[in-house]
């Protein structure tokens, strides 16, 4: 990073959502594209706990380019045994099952448009990670360069 750096940190207490394929549905002789509900709900609910967040920690957006770190936490499967809950806690299993990093990244970046960045374009460097939690949530860290 350069002289001009600030880093802020969010935790949202929230289970991420992969973004989905959008949906279509004909209006007339056109068509619309829509998120599927989860989604559409995911982003709604990010956004607003981002929002708090935000007024909380007196938080103003970057104007130039932002260096992003995303941890994806999901929860782990309560079908597992108590052995490998706590192993994938720990870190030793890691979520290498769909859904995809980066259909996780693109949910968030979507959701925080417009309240912890102007625009997702705006990023420059991002880190990201997917592992087990005892509960679901996300850890977004911003970096301005």
Do not use: C
Request: glycine share 4%; aromatic share 6%.
């Amino acid at each position: 990073m350069s002289r001009k750096e600030s880093m802020t940190l969010f935790k949202f207490d929230i289970e991420p959502v992969a973004q989905a394929r959008p949906r279509a549905a004909r209006i007339g002789n056109s068509i619309r594209m829509y998120d599927p509900k989860k989604t559409a709900n995911f982003k709604t609910d990010l956004r607003m706990m981002a929002q708090i967040a935000a007024r909380g920690k007196s938080y103003k957006i970057p104007n130039g380019a932002i260096s992003v770190n995303i941890q994806v936490v999901r929860p782990v499967l309560k079908s597992w045994s108590r052995k490998k809950q706590q192993e994938a806690i720990n870190g030793l299993i890691l979520p290498t099952t769909k859904p995809d990093l980066s259909n996780y990244i693109k949910s968030i970046e979507d959701a925080l448009n417009g309240v912890l960045w102007h625009d997702d374009n705006a990023t420059v460097q991002l880190i990201s990670s997917k592992r087990y939690g005892q509960t679901g949530r996300l850890v977004v860290e911003v970096n301005e360069i």
